[in-house]
């Protein structure tokens, strides 16, 4: 087998690894990129024929993960999507979200330029058309069940822990003797709210492996719970809002069941209003409740309860209701996205709130170099917002503990319950963080380690 690598290469967007076996092309993950530069790269041809793909496994449907798929079915490829079960249902509605705001970009784009006298339309990366074309060649998994494709690989999906339908993708292929090869997706951190931990091959003879946080350890929990609820609390008493740049898949649904602790706790007054302003994590929260299955203990307990609610969720759907919520001055949450401030009603919410002193924006999750988010993160006094400079005068609150990623600790720990020392190839992260996750992993069990840069191939 050959194994290229075109994304997630020493960066943390743009998943996509390319396989060539016994005649075969496949696909593992065909992410977007995000941040500096990523509209171009994303439009760069693909480095192979779409046509020429038998499959493409998808670990999870978080959009550097699978933001490209429409485009590469545009392209001509005709063979399978293959994904666990949720992963597909919420790929569905992300991918149409997606296409919905290329189209939106570009129609801004080419009336801004229009202004400044250049009549060439800027077209969209892909369309809700190209989205929806796509659907059709999802084929759903269960974990845990071993697959075969074309008598040359069988795989199986296991729960890597990290959003709804997340999978660790192991791979056998014919080789003499047959081997096999590893996967990791995004792996979760243990505890992540709502679904289970992740579950653990016992063997392989290759693994590639995510180093997002390969450089850091999370906050403790109770920590980040509590410094959450200070943030409310505080930014309440300020007269101002809290706003949340969240991913509308995984991030959202877990901090309404963390708000809903918090109330429910008296950590924070109840009831709580919450405002989720994406249409997609409305429609992805929907998905997330059909599939209770794929709950923990006790996300099944505090849903399944009847007890008297202490947060009053409103959704906003229509584009003037977004708008609206700049009148709500005071004493609300409102999440939005795109978790890394990147598209998305964020923007918007951002542009008109970020130079109030009494409000608050707190970071959830990790943002990647060249995004707003990272700007804003890394202490920027004046941001430039959808054409404006805007001051950055709102209170900053960055809480990893919320990561739904492992930390340097718990990848460890998931790379030493492997029973024999399988070589590992490390992606997934920024330089420096994949750079030091492959020392530690080298000082800890000795194994052969590379950490690939973009378009390297191996042979294995």
């Known amino acids: 087998m050959k194994i290229t690598f075109l994304g997630a290469a020493r960066k943390v967007t743009g998943s996509c690894f ?3 076996v016994n005649g075969l092309q496949f696909l593992v993950d065909c992410g977007m990129h995000q941040g500096l530069d990523s509209d171009a790269i994303n439009r760069q041809p693909f480095p192979f024929d779409p046509k020429a793909i038998d499959a493409v496994f998808l670990t999870h449907a978080h959009i ?7 485009r590469l079915v545009r392209e001509g490829f005709q063979g399978k999507i293959v994904a666990t079960a949720a992963t597909a249902e919420l790929s569905r509605v992300m991918l149409a979200d997606s296409a919905h705001i290329q189209e939106m970009d570009a129609r801004w784009m080419t009336k801004k330029n229009l202004r400044a006298g250049i009549e060439t339309p800027v077209e969209p990366l892909y369309t809700v058309e190209d989205a929806i074309a796509a659907i059709p060649f999802f084929e759903k998994k269960r974990y845990g069940e071993t697959y075969a494709f074309d008598r040359v690989v069988r795989y199986r ?7 709804l339908g997340s999978g660790t993708l192991e791979l056998w292929y014919r080789d003499d003797p047959e081997k096999k090869i590893i996967f990791s997706g995004d792996i979760g951190k243990k505890g992540n709210p709502i679904i289970q931990d992740p579950v653990h091959a016992d063997e392989t003879d290759y693994v590639v492996v995510e180093s997002t ?3 850091r350890m999370h906050k403790g929990a109770e920590d980040s719970l509590e410094e959450l609820a200070d943030a409310v609390r505080t930014t309440f008493k300020r007269g101002g809002n809290v706003y949340i740049p969240a991913f509308a898949v995984g991030r959202t649904q877990d901090l309404l069941y963390i708000f809903n602790k918090l109330a429910r706790e008296g950590r924070l007054p109840a009831p709580l209003d919450i405002y ?5 994590a409305e429609e992805a929260t929907k998905v997330y409740f059909a599939h209770p299955e794929l709950f923990d203990e006790e996300a099944k307990r505090l849903f399944g309860t009847k007890a008297k609610k202490t947060v009053r969720v409103h959704y906003t759907t229509a584009v003037q209701e977004s708008m609206k919520l700049n009148q709500v ?3 609300a949450i409102i999440m939005a996205g795109s978790g890394m401030c990147e598209g998305g009603r964020i923007r918007h919410h951002l542009k008109h709130n970020l130079w109030r002193p009494e409000c608050s924006v707190v970071f959830v999750g990790y943002q990647a170099r060249g995004t707003l988010g990272r700007a804003i993160v890394d202490g920027a006094k004046e941001v430039w917002i959808l054409g404006d400079k805007v001051a950055v005068r709102s209170r900053v609150f960055t809480i990893g503990g919320f990561s ?3 930390d340097q600790k718990e990848l460890l720990e998931w790379l030493g319950l492997f029973k024999n020392s399988p070589e590992v190839f490390i992606v997934h992260g920024e330089e420096a963080s994949a750079l030091e996750f492959e020392k530690k992993v080298k000082e ?8 690939p840069a973009m378009g390297d191939t191996y042979e294995i």
């Open 276 to 280: 989720i302003d994406s249409p997609l």
């Open 157 to 163: 999906f296991c729960d890597a822990g990290h959003i």
């Open 329 to 331: 001055t005071s004493g």
């Open 444 to 451: 800890t069990f000795g194994f052969v380690t590379k950490v």
């Open 64 to 70: 550097d993960h699978t933001g490209l798929v429409p």
């Open 213 to 215: 946080y390969g450089n």
């Open 18 to 20: 390319h396989l060539s």
């Open 404 to 406: 739904a990623h492992a």
